[in-house]
């Protein structure tokens, strides 16, 4: 079974301030790694897909990296707007679905 | 260009009712599923639909059933509600099976 572990659960950052966080991830035959971002009372929204170990991807200032057993996302000097919800989710090599985590609420002050 | 729209945003339904929640797309998408979010549960599956004329389970099927009406539409129904159904709907698609998934806003229901 396909497990899919974020940490942490919440994190306060001050503006300016970078950070990472953390998307621990167990699946038979990893066929894709999704990043999300969720506003509160909106659906979420896709950010990155990573493939393979030693990927990065890079949208202003958020960047996502994959090793064989986790993933990171990257805050650089992070504004306020950027307050939300990250979502890690994974595909395994039967491709029918995707395994989300469980989301790290992320409060940038200003 | 809408995306993935849902109708409607919120509902109140008491024990036993039933409802559809109706989900469509406007990107051409080949596959379409249904999640519910729950507080400290994450985003769960309750079913998908590979492509038009196919709909298989998720992870959380039991008391929902769904119709794939055609390549933009995929409804959600609810025979007869439960309080344990109370959560957030989230209808999303996908280009091909297990890609980049687009989400819709989502539908609150509260089932008292």
């Not at chain 1, 897909?49 to 986790?70: F, M, N, Q, W």
């Not at chain 2, 639909?49 to 009406?69: F, M, W």
């Not at chain 2, 959560?87 to 099976?97: E, K, L, P, T």
């Amino acid at each position: 079974e396909d497990q899919v572990t974020q940490s942490p659960e919440a994190l306060r950052l001050q503006e300016g301030e970078s950070s990472s966080l953390n998307c621990s991830y167990t699946v038979s035959g990893l066929r894709g790694l999704f990043w999300y971002r969720q506003d509160p009372g909106k659906g979420p929204e896709f950010l990155f897909t990573l493939y393979s170990a030693g990927e990065e991807k890079e949208k202003e200032r958020l960047k996502a990296t994959l090793t064989k057993k986790e993933s990171f996302l990257h805050i650089t000097a992070p504004k306020p707007e950027d307050s939300a919800t990250y979502l890690c989710a994974v595909r395994n090599n039967a491709g029918n679905m995707l395994t989300f985590g469980g989301g790290t609420r992320l409060m940038v002050k200003p | 260009n809408a995306g993935v729209t849902q109708t409607p945003k919120f509902q109140v339904l008491k024990t036993g009712q039933s409802m559809t929640l109706q989900c469509a797309q406007d990107m051409n998408h080949n596959s379409m599923y249904w999640y519910r979010q729950d507080p400290g549960m994450g985003l769960r599956l309750i079913y998908y639909s590979a492509s038009e004329g196919t709909t298989d389970k998720g992870e959380v099927p039991n008391g929902y059933n769904v119709s794939r009406l055609n390549k933009r539409e995929f409804s959600l129904r609810l025979e007869s509600a439960a309080p344990s159904q109370t959560s957030v709907y989230f209808c999303a698609s996908s280009d091909q099976q297990g890609y980049e998934q687009y989400f819709g806003p989502g539908t609150r229901l509260t089932v008292t």
